[in-house]
């Protein structure tokens, strides 16, 4: 973004998607400022301790599959310090016991029967057989994965692996799930085949084509947590500024002749930013905050994109961390497992991370850490007991699952309400339709988890694809830069 030149632009939100936009702004020669309504940044991603032994009370690994976390955490000084998973392998809790996650599915939809031997019943498995002989199912436009893998392999497919998995990214519903949004290369693929079966071979057989075959996960000695940290302090080191305690209630354009003193009339489009007593102005902005924040703060000038944004709805959930002694305690192999929701148990999965993470299991070898997750869109009375109730369901679940019956020495909720934007069929649409509203207000740009996907790769790309899209609509600023309009303000008032 050579035009992005020396303009002012001001990010709002210091979640990985802000903090992202603010790195690639700064490398392209933008001045940037943060404002993060928080004391801390990182939004979703945050590190902490249990016991003694540093943990992330977060999100918690990153897709190495696609580029943009690993090479950010490259760029932020992290190379040294990732990690992929010290096992690659996980169980999942169905039909009363653990059993391996089978291999060879995409979001839990399997190339052959056979590859799911075990985790489902054998009419589940012939059920899958039947997929060969149907007749095509058509996903429109859009459909949602419960309703098209169901229509095609059977619920039992999307009751026992499909649900879990994607509860596991979306903590959400398989049955509203958007296909599109959440597994567009099954969509994709599922245009072009009759049979799903065949589709997933096929994109399992361009996967190998492709070599993709390095580890599918990363994560970072001390926490993914600690990456949001680094981006901050990368962008601070170049200049950028970064105001914690700053939540921003007021986003207006402010009138090309009144902004633009140079006399460029018309030429330029400028904003005013309000957070609680700073009043800034700015060539540009960076909406990188959560949807319904983001539709009030947009309601002003951009009230059809608002309108679509206060749309969006959020699963809550809450994540248990439990510490214990290594002595008391004998753990299955593997990563940890997932759960199920039709077997009617409270925890959607467990992990094990200190088996998990190479990292945490040196930081004390005498203590074992491991997390539940609990809550699910749509199911929020489990969240209003009290941590101590949380802990408690978490023990039974773990006890029944894994024998485990030791008492921690430790323990930690950290609840995320409405953590996690849901994408029904018709995301992709609306998504659309709030970036058409937004590429009318020049300098105006969004991102974050409620647009291209929750992942942390997904949020760092929609903030790239932000930053790309101010530069067109910052090159008109580059030849006022000489003589900048106006800059930072700490007071109040213009
Ligand atoms: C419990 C949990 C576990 C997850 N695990 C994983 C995982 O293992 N791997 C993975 O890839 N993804 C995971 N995700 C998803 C991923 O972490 C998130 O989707 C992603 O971090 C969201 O980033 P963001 O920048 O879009 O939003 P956020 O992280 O929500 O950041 C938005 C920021 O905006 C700030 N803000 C809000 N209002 C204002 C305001 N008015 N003014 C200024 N600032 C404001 C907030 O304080 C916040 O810091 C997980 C999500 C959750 C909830």
């Known amino acids: 973004m050579s035009a992005t030149g020396t303009g002012q632009v001001v990010v709002i939100g210091a979640g990985i998607a802000g903090l992202a936009a603010a790195h690639r702004l700064l490398e392209r020669g933008a001045r940037v400022t943060v404002l993060e309504a928080s004391e801390r940044v990182g939004g979703k991603l945050l590190p902490g301790e249990i016991a003694g032994v540093r943990v992330d009370l977060g999100a918690e690994s990153m897709l190495a599959r696609r580029p943009e976390a690993v090479a950010l955490a490259r760029e932020a000084g992290l190379a040294g310090r ?23 599915h995409v979001m839990g939809v ?67 799930i958007s296909m599109r949004s959440a597994v567009p290369q099954l969509y994709q693929a599922a245009r072009i085949h009759d049979s799903l079966t065949e589709a997933v071979r096929e994109i399992q057989a361009k996967a190998v084509a492709n070599q993709q075959t390095g580890p599918v996960f990363m994560g970072i000695e001390g926490g993914v947590g600690t990456l949001p940290l680094a981006v901050a302090e990368s962008v601070r080191s170049r200049g950028g500024e970064i105001v914690t305690g700053a939540p921003v209630t007021e986003l207006r354009r402010v009138r090309p002749d009144r902004a633009d003193a140079a006399g460029h009339e018309g030429s330029r489009t400028a904003w005013r930013i309000v957070a609680g007593d700073r009043v800034l102005h700015a060539d540009a902005v960076v909406v990188a905050v959560p949807a319904p924040v983001a539709a009030a703060l947009l309601r ?63 930081e ?15 199911e929020t009375a489990v969240l209003d007991r009290e941590d101590a109730g949380l802990v ?103």
């Open 364 to 378: 004390n070898p005498d203590v074992v850490v491991l997390r539940t997750s609990v809550g699910r869109y749509g």
């Open 82 to 104: 990732l990690q992929p998973p010290a096992t690659a392998t996980a169980s999942i809790w169905t039909r009363g016991a653990l059993r391996p996650m089978p291999k060879g």
């Open 392 to 494: 408690d369901v978490s023990r039974q679940d773990l006890h029944a699952a894994t024998g485990l019956d030791a008492a921690p020495v430790a323990t930690r909720v950290t609840r995320w309400t409405d953590g996690l934007p849901q994408y029904p069929v018709g995301h992709h649409a609306r998504v659309a339709r709030v970036r058409e509203h937004v590429a009318e207000l020049p300098g105006l740009a969004v991102c974050g988890a409620q647009y291209d996907g929750v992942g942390i790769p997904a949020c760092i790309a929609s903030a790239y694809a932000a930053v790309d899209q101010l530069a067109g609509d910052l090159g008109a600023v580059e030849e006022l830069t000489a003589n900048p309009v106006q800059s930072l303000h700490g007071g109040a008032g213009e």
């Open 110 to 176: 399997p190339g052959t029967a056979a590859a799911l031997s075990g985790v489902l019943s054998d009419e589940g498995l012939a059920r899958i057989e039947r997929d060969a002989d149907l007749p095509r199912t058509e996903v429109g436009d859009d459909v949602a994965v419960g309703e098209y893998v169901a229509a095609r392999l059977g619920r039992e497919v999307v009751d026992r692996l499909v649900e879990p998995l994607l509860g596991g990214v979306y903590a959400g519903d398989a049955y509203r």
């Open 300 to 362: 002003a000038e951009a009230p059809a994109a608002a309108a679509e944004l206060s749309a969006v709805e959020y699963a809550s959930m809450a994540l248990v961390t439990l510490a214990y002694r290594r002595a008391d305690l004998a753990l299955p192999e593997g990563s940890g497992f997932l759960v199920p929701p039709v077997d009617g148990r409270t925890i959607k999965a467990s992990t094990f991370a200190s088996q998990k993470w190479g990292w945490i299991a040196d």
